[in-house]
T-cell receptor, first 113, second 113 residues
């Protein structure tokens, strides 16, 4: 039981490049989330998926797209990376939205130069 | 005003001290109040939660909620160097469809031996 896994762990991009962050959970959770964490800003929700087949914007969705590929997988895509997207990205899952316990992955450290 | 306010610290205490961590909030609809712990370069993990008002104790940790004041606290007794981490409060309204957790910015705690 691996919980929530994220790939890659580290990534450096040049401005304008694109990439997809992958996330998978093996806990049969319905809801999945993408957050970014920046110094002094805390965890900010980018997008979430309440259940398979649905996605919704969070607090900071601009510049990102997501895909809920199936119940296990939820990917985050940066189409044209900008330096402002330099951050640590966390994927999380929970039984349902608003549920008490979210399980977080180990994070992806992204630097955009 | 942000929905959840948390003093980022940092907070430095000697081993054995009692630590008090706090958050204030503005949304009276919040029902679940959570504390997550995040070690350096790791994802957050749920430490404990309370529903509505009252206290909850788990070993050296006590969570308190005062809904009348919109104020929550986490107390750590006999603090240990292993408690050094960032503590994030989080809140939710589980009966409201489509909502996710709202996190505070986190307080960084350092316990010295």
């Amino acid at each position: 039981n691996a919980g929530v896994t994220q790939t890659p762990k580290f990534q450096v991009l040049k401005t304008g490049q694109s990439m997809t962050l992958q996330c998978a959970q093996d806990m049969n959770h319905n809801s999945m989330y993408w957050y970014r964490q920046d110094p002094g800003m805390g965890l900010r929700l980018i997008y979430y998926s309440a259940s398979e087949g649905t996605t919704d914007k969070g607090e900071v969705p601009n510049g990102y797209n997501v895909s809920r590929l199936n119940k296990r997988e939820f990917s985050l895509r940066l189409e044209s990376a900008a330096p402002s997207q330099t951050s640590v990205y966390f994927c999380a899952s929970s039984v349902r939205t608003g549920g008490v316990e979210q399980y977080f992955g180990p994070g992806t450290r992204l630097t955009v130069t | 005003q942000k929905e959840v306010e948390q003093d980022p610290g940092p907070l430095s205490v000697p081993e054995g001290a009692i630590v008090s961590l706090n958050c204030t909030y503005s949304n009276s609809a919040f029902q679940y109040f959570m504390w997550y712990r995040q070690y350096s370069r790791k994802g957050p993990e749920l430490l404990m939660y309370t529903y509505s008002s009252g206290n909850k104790e788990d070993g050296r940790f006590t969570a308190q909620v005062d809904k009348s004041s919109k104020y929550i606290s986490l107390f750590i007794r006999d603090s240990q160097p292993s408690d050094s981490a960032t503590y994030l409060c989080a809140m939710s309204t589980p009966n409201q469809a489509g909502t996710a957790l709202i996190f505070g910015k986190g307080t960084t705690l350092s316990v010295s031996s």
